[in-house]
């Protein structure tokens, strides 16, 4: 006799309940503001200025297609092209090394624990409080070349007076110092000091018991483990001063031309001028995407270096 075949049960598959769907309804339309805010206001942008970098559009016309020329034109037919790229270029290599310095100093004197460390840290931070504008008027009145109390302080110990914002040799490196003055206690000091703080102490002990001095147990130990926060620092210091504008813009533009002689027209401002002061919003499209390709090429070759000197702790489990 052959054995009947048994039948398997069925499977059901589970149904949402009511109470699921009411529940996966109401968070899309509480988060709705923000997947609307989104999409006009970041990703509608986007690619906007993307079609419009092929084209010739001054606003008060319908684009017209153009092709590549915008992109042409800015490497063979604009005579502010690079020399604006080569400042904001001499601007990063002045502020990204000096804020990344001055707020791992920062953090380290916060670290050693001494008293009145939380109203310190306070003071550090307010700079970095202070709105761009803000702090931009404030600067030109410290720096003015006659009144500014910077300047009188020079005169009275004898020292010539600085023309800090107003000379072609001053005005950018001036600018790369208020930077600094307003970054250097700001979100970079504080993840350097949450990373100082998660250096295990075990390690430096045990450093110190094989015979490793202050300065080798800073080389060995604690600069590998704060790697990975240094990195970070570097990238968004980076992408910072790269993108820099406001500064320029408020603290020496004058009638948007940058400061005298041009010497503070970044790339930034740059962009600014051919959209809002010429109107060429296709070119100055094209230029917005020349920036975000190079910030893009920088932080591939930053990750792509990174795996050479930073160390995760993850991985050396």
Same mark, same amino acid.
Request: charged residues 10%.
């Given at each position: 006799?052959?054995?009947?075949?048994?039948?398997?049960?069925?499977?059901?598959?589970? =149904?949402?309940? =009511?109470?699921?769907?009411?529940?996966?309804?109401?968070?899309?339309?509480?988060?709705?503001?923000?997947?609307?805010?989104?999409?006009?206001?970041?990703?509608?942008?986007?690619?906007?200025?993307?079609?419009?970098?092929?084209?010739?559009?001054?606003?008060?016309?319908?684009?017209?297609?153009?092709?590549?020329?915008?992109?042409?034109?800015?490497?063979?037919?604009?005579?502010?092209?690079?020399?604006?790229?080569?400042?904001?270029?001499?601007?990063?290599?002045?502020?990204?090394?000096?804020?990344?310095?001055?707020?791992?100093?920062?953090?380290?004197?916060?670290?050693?624990?001494?008293?009145?460390?939380?109203?310190? =840290?306070?003071?550090?931070?307010?700079?970095?409080?202070?709105?761009?504008?803000?702090?931009?008027? $404030?600067?030109?009145?410290? $720096?003015?070349?006659?009144?500014?109390?910077?300047?009188?302080?020079?005169?009275?110990?004898?020292?010539?007076?600085?023309?800090?914002?107003?000379?072609?040799?001053?005005?950018?490196?001036?600018?790369?110092?208020?930077?600094?003055?307003?970054?250097?206690?700001?979100?970079?000091?504080?993840?350097?000091?949450?990373?100082?703080?998660?250096?295990?102490?075990?390690?430096?002990?045990?450093?110190?018991?094989?015979?490793?001095?202050?300065?080798?147990?800073?080389?060995?130990?604690?600069?590998?483990?704060?790697?990975?926060?240094?990195?970070?620092?570097?990238?968004?210091?980076?992408?910072?001063?790269?993108?820099?504008?406001?500064?320029?813009?408020?603290?020496?533009?004058?009638?948007?031309?940058?400061?005298?002689?041009?010497?503070?027209?970044?790339?930034?401002?740059?962009?600014?001028?051919?959209? /809002?002061?010429?109107?060429?919003?296709?070119?100055?499209?094209?230029?917005?995407?020349?920036?975000?390709?190079?910030? /893009?090429?920088?932080?591939?070759?930053?990750?792509?270096?990174?795996?050479?000197?930073?160390?995760?702790?993850?991985?050396?489990?």
């Amino acid at each position: 006799m052959t054995a009947e075949p048994q039948t398997l049960p069925r499977i059901r598959r589970p =149904r949402h309940s =009511r109470k699921v769907v009411r529940e996966a309804i109401a968070g899309y339309i509480i988060a709705s503001p923000w997947l609307l805010g989104l999409l006009f206001w970041y990703i509608g942008p986007v690619i906007a200025s993307f079609y419009l970098s092929f084209t010739d559009y001054h606003v008060l016309k319908p684009p017209v297609w153009s092709g590549t020329s915008n992109y042409v034109k800015a490497f063979t037919g604009d005579d502010q092209f690079w020399p604006s790229l080569g400042r904001t270029v001499r601007y990063a290599f002045q502020v990204v090394p000096l804020s990344l310095a001055g707020s791992l100093t920062l953090a380290v004197l916060l670290n050693q624990g001494l008293r009145g460390t939380a109203y310190a =840290r306070t003071l550090f931070f307010l700079p970095h409080l202070t709105p761009i504008v803000a702090m931009a008027i $404030l600067w030109r009145w410290l $720096l003015h070349p006659e009144v500014g109390p910077v300047n009188y302080a020079l005169s009275n110990i004898g020292l010539p007076k600085i023309p800090w914002l107003t000379s072609e040799r001053w005005a950018l490196t001036s600018l790369g110092l208020i930077s600094v003055w307003g970054a250097a206690g700001g979100n970079q000091m504080l993840i350097f000091l949450a990373s100082l703080q998660g250096v295990p102490q075990e390690l430096l002990e045990a450093a110190e018991i094989d015979g490793a001095g202050r300065w080798a147990r800073v080389l060995h130990v604690t600069l590998p483990m704060i790697s990975p926060a240094i990195f970070f620092n570097l990238v968004l210091g980076i992408i910072s001063a790269l993108k820099m504008f406001a500064l320029a813009y408020v603290g020496t533009s004058a009638g948007g031309t940058g400061g005298p002689g041009w010497s503070t027209t970044v790339y930034g401002l740059r962009i600014y001028n051919q959209a /809002f002061l010429y109107f060429r919003m296709g070119y100055a499209s094209a230029l917005a995407w020349l920036l975000a390709l190079a910030i /893009f090429g920088l932080t591939y070759v930053q990750v792509q270096g990174s795996r050479r000197w930073v160390y995760y702790a993850a991985e050396g489990v």
